[in-house]
């Protein structure tokens, strides 16, 4: 696997949304090198011609009928919300609309 | 909010727009897409929840049945192939309003792929709209914003989640950009939602309102200098939701690239927001090719190969498009095509279909639909099929008419009390006692009545004005409430008269 | 202390149900238990005294009345703090779940508390299983009881711990990448990664979904069997769940130990022998093949070399399946909260702090890895290369399977090492799985055995690997095993082993 820079591992954080300092990245960035480049092995395979497996047991076409089953209780769902109000859980401001 | 400097013909008379559309189909299920939560709208807020539309640790999705049928058909439906090993994706980004943190959906190998639409204008002419996918995915929940000017996102201190709405299913269709529409591109663009949305309603997987927010598209338009030219950079206005609305974000949207573009600058990669109020867009968030949103295949849903049988079960299950049924109608019909415009308008067409099938002709079904009914229905804010009415009363109430049983007033009365749920036509006018009155003797006195209290109006049909007439059935229509056959009573006037 | 707790689950069972002891007394037998030594071996994060004991006494009253129970109803049993309790912690030994107290129940504690069983509480384990020795708990580490100065293996350190010094005899497990059967091997006891699909997952706080498989753990292979029959069995709230009946496992035991080593045919993996094999696990491995032929077992040796790309491929599939599992832990709905000191935070702005307050390093490592994996660019190089290589596994397995009925390797590379000896080297301490992991790759059921002893008296195992499916054929095996070892396998401590340093 190509080498992790400190950069691309502050790239990461923020997109997997983990606050990071400097000193942090620093220090998972050493790590990280290692396991990548052990990980990357694999491209050692890359040209064999194979079909990739997304899971362990081959099932297909699992479907559940349409039929609503029962809610669970808002108020036990809200029980563990850092915080609420009015039945909803309430978050800090949102910066802009995603999708 | 600047206006446009040159209008939306001098742009397309300059540039050749490109239009691509994507439409999320909300569909009417029971239950969720991953989970079995009932789909519900309004009530109390995360009262539609299961663990896993909560996204809470250690829940698992199952995929509802129906989502998979209903992909596969609206494929069928817009002439697509079925792809026959599909699967689910993770699509990958952090939103409060979306409790996984990945929304489950299709990345590269959608239920169902290339296919088109054909597309009838106004005037009749037909553009061809090719789409590139149709691929089934969740919703996410819903955040209000509060504090900031009216519950806007800019400016909230904080925001309410509510996930009622997590892992309601959609159907999101994809457009090929569509070229070579010109100066029509506005009007194509409405009338394809417009026409997604009737299939959509025909195939009766989605309630498709789109001021309800079942049916939202996602508008991208491009410019480019002609049309051997290569696409230019593209602007998507998210989440307009009206038809009109479509066609006006279009035309604000290519005018304005054209100022810039005129101006010498560079169309900016961006969502973009449309005003309702004054029919422009505004800048959102920019869009780059960087999203990274890291799709893989949800392990935790094995994939999706419909057999061939499973297929052409559903392919036997889809009804006429109501393209083609409203032209096999207008030529069995004999209406106009003002005539059909206005009944497709008024949502009457299937009413009137199940009126004629129901025994009427289809100039009576008309007549009833878009007049008395369409007054009713207008009075009372409400659309026609949600009237208190079926069209075999309506068929039964013609046929009333036809046998000389009720005259068209009494017709009217017996409606009332269908619509007041006081049973079939024949059974109101039993109760309600409209019989008309035919016999000569009952109606002479009535007429004598009629023609001492309007000597004037004698003296004119006298005189030669035989129009006057009508005036004298009236008032002996009055006196007999509608109930007596005003043919006879013309007659009967006309004989007494010459006398 | 009470013989009690040295008694296997089985005979605690069988005497409940001839009235020689109360559910009551074994719970009690547990809990002091607990008491007295989980300050030193940490395996418990959270101790249900009052739910334990409630269970209990109802089993109790039920048994007094008539009332028919589940063979293994008043047993006490022990959960790994990833498997979802409703109304009972689950931290998944991590900084953002402490004090979250779920709403729901996963499949298999439904399905254990419908049989009755009194749960004790909730295991220790690396933080969301992310680890091989149960070192990177957010709280604390647990300690090995033939050694405290040892790491119990991981992430089920916790589970295995309770089960080898004897709190409780049964508890579960999970195992993504061997987390059950590492964790049983350095601690002498028996782990169980069941076929992929044959246990729900429901209400696993999953890690690399693909791979995540709930287990036994229990100290005998007769126990082990008891406790999958009960969890296991198809459930619609998970989509990957087998259609297939659980299989009768007790029975298939019963079966093979009354045949002995007839008609059976075992595989010895040849990658897993040799270089980066500790000499004491390898000649107790051996002695084992030795035993099995002397039995009348047909031994063929198979070779898998796919297999060396097993360990690469894990580390690309399981953190990018993580790093996606762990993103709904963002601060929003439950668990910690970090609001940073900035004006007019953001959502953004208080996951990425909550995020960093809430995550180990071990965690926030794999997150990023897995990002990077699944990252545009690399998706396909090294994601797509990786499923690439499960195929290829499974292809060597399918050929494996044909010349053998069960495959044979070592558990783990080495016996339990010392706390703190490979925190700072990732991959030595990943090595801990290379002989483990190709099983959660295909989905193969796999269990691990005690075989031994090594020169400073610690537990050597090794595993029986079977087709999918076959996990009854992979228990008889493990019970035949199991009965000619046992002259070489040593019962873990009564009285636990607290190094120096380590005393309260």
């Known amino acids: 696997m190509s080498t992790i820079s400190i950069e691309e591992v502050k790239r990461l954080a923020d997109l997997a949304e983990i606050g990071i300092t400097d000193e942090e990245a620093e220090r998972l960035t050493e790590g990280l090198v290692v396991i990548a480049e052990y990980a990357g092995q694999v491209s050692e395979i890359s040209d064999v011609d194979v079909a990739p497996s997304a899971q362990s047991i081959q099932l297909v076409n699992v479907l559940r009928e349409d039929v609503a089953g029962t809610p669970m209780d808002p108020e036990q769902l809200l029980a563990a919300a850092p915080e609420q109000e009015d039945s909803m859980f309430k978050v800090p401001q949102i910066l802009e609309e995603e999708q | ?499 | 202390m009470s013989d009690l707790i040295y008694k296997s689950a089985l005979e605690m069972a069988e005497a409940l149900q001839r009235g020689e002891v109360t559910s009551a007394e074994l719970v009690n037998a547990s809990l002091a238990r607990i008491a007295e030594y989980n300050d030193v071996v940490n395996a418990f994060l959270t101790v249900d005294e009052e739910g334990a004991r409630k269970t209990a006494e109802e089993v109790d009253a039920l048994r007094a009345a008539g009332e028919e129970l589940h063979p293994l109803a008043g047993v006490p049993i022990a959960i790994k703090d990833n498997i979802v309790t409703e109304g009972l912690d689950t931290t998944c030994a991590s900084k953002i779940l402490a004090g979250w107290k779920p709403p729901y129940d996963a499949t298999v504690i439904a399905k254990i508390k419908e049989a009755k069983l009194p749960i004790v509480g909730k295991t220790n384990l690396d933080e969301f299983a992310m680890g091989s020795s149960t070192e990177h708990s957010a709280f604390g580490p647990t300690r090995n009881p033939w050694n405290t100065g040892l790491i119990p293996g991981g992430s089920g350190g916790g589970s295995a711990a309770a089960v080898a010094s004897y709190m409780v005899p049964l508890a579960l497990g999970s195992d993504t990448g061997g987390s059950i059967r590492q964790p049983g091997a350095f601690t002498g006891t028996i782990g169980v990664k069941p076929t992929y699909g044959a246990v729900s997952r429901y209400g696993l706080v999953a890690l690399a979904s693909s791979l995540d498989q709930i287990g036994p753990v229990a100290r005998d292979i007769s126990d082990a069997a008891a406790l999958q029959e009960l969890i296991a069995g198809h459930d619609e709230l998970d989509s990957t769940s087998l259609p297939a009946d659980p299989a009768d496992l007790q029975g298939a035991i019963e079966d093979r130990l009354a045949q002995g080593g007839r008609g059976l045919r075992v595989g010895i993996v040849d990658q897993f022998l040799g270089e980066g094999f500790q000499r004491e696990v390898q000649e107790n491995f051996n002695r084992a093949v030795e035993d099995l032929r002397e039995a009348g077992v047909e031994v063929v040796h198979v070779s898998c070399p796919s297999f060396d790309y097993a360990l690469p491929a894990y580390y690309l599939i399981m953190p990018a399946e993580a790093s996606s599992n762990l993103a709904r832990f963002d601060g929003m709905r439950f668990g910690l909260r970090v609001v940073p000191d900035v004006p007019n935070p953001t959502a953004s702005d208080v996951m990425k702090a909550t995020r960093e307050a809430g995550f180990g390093d071990e965690v926030k490592r794999r997150i990023i890895l897995g990002t990077h994996v699944l990252s545009a660019g690399y998706q396909d190089q090294y994601y797509g290369s990786a499923q690439r290589v499960r195929t290829l596994i499974r292809q060597d397995l399918d050929k494996a399977f044909e010349l053998a009925d069960v495959l044979l390797a070592p558990s783990t590379p080495t016996t339990a090492f010392p706390i703190g000896a490979r925190i700072d080297d990732p991959i030595a301490m990943y090595l801990n799985d290379v002989a483990t992991i190709p099983a959660n790759l295909t989905g193969v059921p796999a269990m691990s055995i005690p075989n031994g002893v090594d020169d400073s008296g610690l537990p050597t195992a090794m595993q029986v690997i079977a087709p999918v499916g076959a996990d009854d054929q992979m228990y008889g095996v493990g019970a035949l095993i199991e009965s000619l070892v046992s002259k070489r396998v040593v019962a873990p401590p009564h009285a636990i082993v607290i190094s120096e340093g380590d005393a309260k």
Request: glycine content about 8%; overall charge negative; aromatic content about 6%.
């Open chain 2, 1 to 499: 909010m600047t206006p446009n400097k040159q209008t939306y013909r001098e742009a397309t008379s300059k540039y050749d727009p490109v239009l691509g559309i994507e439409c999320h189909v909300e569909l009417n299920t029971n239950s969720k897409a991953f989970d079995n939560a009932p789909v519900q709208f309004g009530g109390q807020p995360n009262s539609a929840v299961t663990p896993t539309s909560a996204g809470l640790p250690g829940s698992l999705p199952t995929l509802n049945k129906k989502l998979v049928e209903s992909g596969i058909r609206l494929g069928l439906a817009l002439n697509c192939k079925i792809e026959q090993d599909s699967f689910f994706a993770r699509k990958n980004y952090f939103y409060p309003d979306l409790p996984k943190a990945y929304q489950i959906s299709q990345s590269n190998k959608p239920i169902a792929y290339d296919g088109y639409l054909d597309v009838e204008l106004g005037d009749g002419e037909v553009f061809r709209v090719e789409i590139e996918r149709a691929h089934l995915e969740e919703d996410a929940g819903k955040n209000t914003h509060v504090g900031g000017a009216d519950g806007r996102i800019h400016g909230a201190t904080y925001s309410l989640v509510d996930y009622n709405r997590s892992s309601v299913p959609l159907i999101e269709i994809v457009s090929k950009p569509l070229t070579g529409a010109g100066d029509r591109v506005a009007e194509v663009a409405a009338a394809y939602v417009q026409t997604l949305r009737d299939i959509a309603i025909a195939l009766d997987i989605s309630d498709a309102r789109m001021e309800r927010g079942n049916l939202r598209a996602d508008v991208n338009v491009s410019l480019r200098p002609s049309p051997d030219a290569p696409f230019g950079t593209r602007t998507e206005t998210k989440n307009v939701n009206s038809f009109r609305a479509i066609e006006r974000a279009v035309e604000y949207e290519v005018a304005r690239q054209a100022d810039v573009l005129d101006s010498g600058e560079l169309v900016f990669q961006e969502t973009r927001h449309f005003h309702e109020e004054d029919g422009t867009t505004s800048s959102g968030r920019p869009k780059s090719d960087a999203d990274d949103y890291r799709y893989f295949p949800d392990p935790d849903l094995p994939p999706v190969r419909p057999q061939i049988e499973w297929i052409e079960e559903l392919r036997a299950t889809l009804p006429e498009m109501p393209a083609a049924k409203r032209k096999r109608l207008r030529g069995e019909w004999k209406f106009t095509d003002l005539e059909m415009r206005d009944v497709v308008n008024a949502g009457a067409l299937d009413l009137i279909d199940a009126t004629v099938t129901a025994g009427a002709t289809p100039a009576a079904a008309r007549k009833w639909w878009m007049g008395e009914l369409s007054r009713v229905a207008n009075n009372e804010g409400v659309a026609l099929a949600e009237l208190a009415v079926t069209p075999l009363q309506v068929a039964e109430l013609q046929g009333l008419i036809d046998s000389g049983a009720l005259t068209d007033s009494l017709a009217r009365q017996a409606l009332d009390g269908v619509l007041a749920g006081e049973g079939d036509p024949a059974a109101v006018a039993e109760s309600r006692g409209l019989v008309v009155v035919s016999d000569d003797g009952a109606l002479t006195e009535a007429i004598q009545t009629v023609l001492a209290e309007n000597p004037d109006v004698v003296e004119k049909i006298r005189g030669g004005k035989v129009q006057a007439v009508g005036a004298l059935v009236g008032g002996v229509m009055k006196l007999t409430k509608g109930k007596a056959d005003a043919a006879r009573v013309r007659e009967l006037i006309m004989e007494m008269l010459e006398q």
